[in-house]
């Protein structure tokens, strides 16, 4: 089977799994797709890391916003 990896991620996404839905082992690119299942953890937790890094840069000034209306509404 030729693959389309490298040259077409999509079309090889779509191939691998028609081939899975099939089961033709055989026609299955297993080290990418070793490759890209190993890589579904580190996307993840990059992802993660960087929510909680724009949730913790907006805090502070969400916090600052709320109590200046409170502050407004007080006086």
Do not use: C
Not at 36 to 54: C, P, T, Y
């Amino acid at each position: 089977m030729t693959t389309h990896y490298d040259a077409d991620f999509y079309a090889w996404t779509q191939a691998q799994a028609d081939a899975l839905r099939a089961k033709q082992w055989d026609a299955l690119d297993l080290d990418h797709l070793a490759e890209e299942i190993q890589g579904f953890d580190n996307e993840q937790e990059h992802a993660v890391i960087s929510h909680l890094r724009n949730l913790m840069l907006h805090l502070p000034e969400a916090a600052y916003q709320q109590l200046r209306r409170l502050t407004a509404l007080d006086g």
